[in-house]
């Protein structure tokens, strides 16, 4: 079926330190990979995407990965801060506007 | 510009209700797309509409249900409610142009919770 799965459901980090949070997906005819961000009672949040045909997208702080031989997405945040602190969901579009999200991964920074 | 608008923001229903929710997309979007969020399921596609039409739909029961009006504000609509309906509900507007993705923006959601 349709799915998006996370490696690691939590990550604790050190203020200043580099984070990476991965993603496996399931379906090879999604063209776009996103990655969202929710703090607590919000909507999620754009953070990046990144299209099919290519293997690394870099934004303020955060570079996505793409490896499509093994089906896997990555988020680098770069020089964590606490702002930071949220449930990140990384989401595949397959088709329109459906969206299949992963399970998301709670980050928590420590100061 | 404003961002996507959701109301009521907080809802208590019992089973066996019927519950309308509401969403008004950012000026210019004309797709609004539904997700459900629960703990054990996580983010779930419901449905997407473009032009008051249904688009896309996800994996629920026929009473999840919704419609777009002609100034692209969407509500969802869940008769006969069940406790495992008890979820955050976001819904997200993009442009919707064709040809694939475009950037969904969500709104802050609806919780509902069901007695």
């Known amino acids: 079926g349709e799915s998006v799965g996370l490696h690691l459901p939590t990550l604790s980090v050190q203020e200043g330190d580099n984070s990476i949070i991965n993603c496996a997906y399931s379906n090879s005819a999604s063209d776009y990979f996103i990655w969202y961000k929710q703090e607590s009672g919000k909507g999620p949040q754009f953070i990046i995407d990144?299209?099919?045909?290519?293997d690394k997208r870099q934004g303020q702080r955060v570079t996505v990965l793409l490896n499509k031989t093994v089906k896997h997405l990555s988020l680098q945040i770069a020089a964590t801060q606490p702002g930071d602190s949220a449930v990140y969901f990384c989401a595949e579009n397959i088709i329109g506007g459906k969206l299949i999200f992963g399970q998301g991964t709670e980050l928590s920074v420590k100061p | 510009k404003a961002g996507v608008t959701q109301t009521p923001r907080y809802l208590i229903k019992t089973r066996g209700q019927q519950v309308t929710l509401s969403c008004s997309p950012i000026s210019g979007h004309r797709s609004v797309s539904w997700y459900q969020q629960t703990p054990g399921q996580g983010l779930q596609f419901l449905f997407e509409?473009?032009?008051?039409?249904?688009?896309n739909k996800g994996n629920f029961p026929g009473r999840f249900s919704g419609r777009q009006f002609s100034n692209s504000r969407s509500e969802m609509n869940v008769s006969t409610l069940e406790l495992g309906d008890s979820a955050l509900y976001l819904c997200?507007?993009?442009?919707?142009?064709?040809?694939?993705?475009?950037?969904?923006?969500f709104g802050p959601g609806t919780r509902l919770t069901v007695l």
């Open positions: 990144i299209r099919s045909n290519m």
């Open positions: 509409y473009f032009s008051e039409t249904q688009r």
């Open positions: 997200a507007s993009s442009l919707g142009t064709a040809g694939g993705y475009n950037e969904q923006f």
